[in-house]
């Protein structure tokens, strides 16, 4: 699983939570720990590196929304993962969430933390540049196969234009025959007349 944990916070006050660990106590206390750290209250994304994990954050708007990711996950999913649940939260729960309790959309949020969480972390497709890789490979394969038809009708169409170089030829063959038999046959009629 490549995001262990994740949460919504309003400064440090946790407003809804996930794990995907039995013990959440040492993430959340670490998480904790660096939300005291960053500075300010400018929106911001930022990665901190702990033992085998990455705790990344990505901050807007006075809300932050943080996960925690084995080391070996590439960039790009957790922070994908922290965008579609910043814009999920705050779509669901609006202005709320700047006066919310602590864990006051826990049960409700958790949820859907722990959807995301294994949908980012076992779909290869949850990452855009895998995605777009997909998209161009099917693409290729479809222009590959399209190249194919037109070569295979290509080459239909150049037998059917030697088919029909033959037949004209031939056409004209027995043009030029009839011809030679018509004045043949003028002749003998006339041979015979005269006859």
């Given at each position: 699983?490549?995001?262990?944990?994740?949460?919504?916070?309003?400064?440090?006050?946790?407003?809804?939570?996930?794990?995907?660990?039995?013990?959440?106590?040492?993430?959340?206390?670490?998480?904790?720990?660096?939300?005291?750290?960053?500075?300010?209250?400018?929106?911001?994304?930022?990665?901190?590196?702990?033992?085998?994990?990455?705790?990344?954050?990505?901050?807007?708007?006075?809300?932050?929304?943080?996960?925690?990711?084995?080391?070996?996950?590439?960039?790009?999913?957790?922070?994908?993962?922290?965008?579609?649940?910043?814009?999920?939260?705050?779509?669901?729960?609006?202005?709320?969430?700047?006066?919310?309790l602590a864990n006051a959309m826990n049960d409700e949020f958790s949820k859907i933390l722990s959807q995301q969480m294994q949908h980012y972390s076992r779909d290869p497709l949850a990452?855009?540049?895998?995605?777009?890789?997909?998209?161009?490979?099917?693409?290729?394969?479809?222009?590959?196969?399209?190249?194919?038809?037109?070569?295979?009708?290509?080459?239909?169409?150049?037998?059917?234009?030697?088919?029909?170089?033959?037949?004209?030829?031939?056409?004209?063959?027995?043009?030029?025959?009839?011809?030679?038999?018509?004045?043949?046959?003028?002749?003998?009629?006339?041979?015979?007349k005269l006859a």
């Amino acid at each position: 699983m490549a995001i262990l944990y994740s949460s919504v916070t309003r400064g440090l006050v946790i407003l809804a939570e996930c794990s995907a660990l039995k013990q959440t106590n040492n993430c959340s206390v670490i998480a904790y720990r660096i939300l005291e750290k960053i500075p300010g209250d400018d929106d911001t994304n930022v990665s901190y590196s702990h033992e085998q994990c990455i705790f990344h954050i990505k901050r807007v708007g006075g809300i932050t929304v943080l996960c925690v990711a084995e080391n070996t996950t590439n960039r790009r999913i957790p922070f994908a993962f922290l965008e579609d649940i910043h814009g999920r939260f705050m779509k669901t729960y609006g202005d709320v969430c700047y006066t919310a309790l602590a864990n006051a959309m826990n049960d409700e949020f958790s949820k859907i933390l722990s959807q995301q969480m294994q949908h980012y972390s076992r779909d290869p497709l949850a990452d855009k540049i895998n995605r777009i890789k997909e998209e161009i490979s099917q693409v290729r394969n479809v222009m590959l196969e399209n190249i194919e038809r037109v070569l295979e009708r290509g080459e239909r169409l150049e037998m059917l234009v030697n088919k029909a170089t033959s037949i004209q030829g031939n056409a004209t063959c027995s043009q030029k025959n009839s011809r030679r038999f018509k004045d043949n046959n003028n002749l003998w009629w006339q041979a015979i007349k005269l006859a």
